[in-house]
């Protein structure tokens, strides 16, 4: 009897030793789908769709909190691309979120009529535009994702969107166009 205890003792030890190694040396940092989310995800940063940033939606959908049509920036393709990735049907974007822009815009300030009162950086989700109180401000272009924060709270009315200019690194194929499928036949 004393000599089965000890054996079951042992390889309990045994199998507590492995289990203890194998947390240690496979242990996943994160949730891998919303690491995949988030890496589909347009990174603006803007909150349109309910929640602070683009990684707490993207924890928020891969935990089935959160709907995959509530991304105006992303549109439809981001909308595709997620019903593809979580095996979901692909919806329209939610109107309530707000309406997918045509072309990419970025911020620019009319540095004429800036007063200089920070409320345009307080609002920028990206830390795209430089400038201190009481002095001029500008939006670094490169930074800035277009998410329109910065707009409402300027009291002159000094922040102009854009379109975003067609260069050789940001110009992309267009999409063909769908052939239509009826179910008449042709005369």
Known sequence: MLSAI???GALAAVFGIVLGYA???FKVEGDPL???VDAILPQTQCGQCGYPGCRPYAEAIADNRADINQCPPGGETVILALAELLDRDPKPLNAENG???EETTVAVIDEQVCIGCTL????CPVDAILGAAK????VIESECTGCELCVPPCPVDCIAMIP???HYLTWK???????????????
């Open 23 to 25: 947390t240690i040396r």
């Open 6 to 8: 000890l054996a079951l």
């Open 164 to 166: 975003v200019k067609e």
């Open 34 to 36: 919303a690491d995949k």
């Open 99 to 101: 309406v997918a822009k």
């Open 135 to 138: 002095q001029m401000h500008t």
């Open 120 to 123: 345009c950086i307080q609002a």
């Open 173 to 187: 194929w267009p999409f063909p166009d769908m052939p239509k499928t009826t179910t008449e036949p042709e005369k």
